[in-house]
């Protein structure tokens, strides 16, 4: 079983950057492929992005493909999704989940979930 905290959240202006944080405890992230997946009110949850644990090979939704990267730390176990170009579209919560399969956006695979954080793209 893994736990997962995401940090780095907040306000931004548009065409600003966040960096937000997924750390895990409980296990390694060698053995979990991580997604970022995101939620704004009244919409369905987005996969954002998925970084793979045996080949650490990144995917993107085409909606922040260009603007957002997923990364990954394995000594600090933790996943990063550098977000750049921000818009007020990509206000969401956020959050970060963990899954034994390959990398890949669909939420329903994933197994371990994260609190989320917000993030808030506004003038």
């Known amino acids: 079983q893994v736990e997962l905290v995401e940090s780095g959240g907040g306000l931004v202006q548009p065409g600003g950057s966040l960096r937000l944080s997924c750390v895990a405890s409980g296990s390694t992230l060698d053995d979990y492929a991580i997604g970022w997946f995101r939620q704004a009110p009244g919409k369905e949850r987005e996969g954002v992005a998925s970084?793979?644990?045996?080949?650490?090979?990144?995917y993107y939704a085409d909606s922040v493909k260009g603007r957002f990267t997923i990364s990954k730390d394995n000594a600090r176990n933790t996943v990063y999704l550098q977000m750049n170009s921000l818009q007020p579209e990509d206000t969401a919560a956020y959050y970060c989940?963990?899954?034994?399969?390959?990398?890949?956006?669909?939420?329903?695979?994933?197994?371990?979930w994260g609190q989320g954080t917000q993030v808030t793209v506004s003038s």
């Open positions: 970084i793979s644990h045996s080949d650490g090979n990144p």
């Open positions: 989940a963990a899954t034994l399969h390959y990398g890949n956006l669909r939420s329903e695979w994933y197994d371990y």
